[in-house]
C-alpha cells in the first residue's frame, strides 16, 4: 500500500506560480512512475504530468513549458512547479503513484484556482 499526500494548492491571480507537493509514504519501494492529474468542474481527469524512477518525464500538451514536475533529494517527493497560471488551469490537482505490480494510488487533492 501507498499513501499519498498532496498539498501546496491555493488561489493565485492570472500570471503568477504555485507549487505543488505530494509526499509518499508506505510501500514506496514499489513505486515505478509519480505524476499529477487534474479535474476541472464538468470535466473528466486528466494528465498533466508524470516522472519515472529513472527522471524520465512526460507533460501533457496544454502544459509544456508551462508547469515542471521533478523529484526531491528522496525519491517519495515530487512536486510540481506551475508558472504562468491561466484561468484554465483552475481544478482540482491530484497526486499519483503507480507501482510494479500495476497498482494505482491517488492522494486527496489541492484545489488551485485562477482568477482573471
Known amino acids: 500500500q501507498v499513501q499519498l499526500v498532496d498539498s501546496g494548492g491555493g488561489l493565485v491571480q492570472a500570471g503568477g506560480s504555485l507549487r505543488l507537493s505530494c509526499v509518499a509514504s508506505?510501500?514506496?519501494?514499489?513505486?515505478?512512475?509519480m505524476g499529477w492529474y487534474r479535474q476541472a468542474p464538468g470535466k473528466q481527469r486528466e494528465l498533466v504530468a508524470t516522472i519515472t524512477n529513472g527522471g524520465s518525464t512526460n507533460y501533457a500538451d496544454s502544459v509544456k513549458g508551462q508547469f515542471t514536475i521533478s523529484r526531491g533529494n528522496f525519491k517519495n517527493i515530487v512536486y510540481l512547479q506551475m508558472n504562468s497560471l491561466k484561468p484554465e488551469d483552475t481544478a482540482v490537482y491530484y497526486c499519483n503513484a503507480v507501482t510494479i505490480p500495476a497498482k494505482f494510488y491517488w492522494g486527496q487533492g489541492a484545489q488551485v484556482t485562477v482568477s482573471s
Open positions: 508506505g510501500s514506496i519501494f514499489s513505486i515505478n512512475v
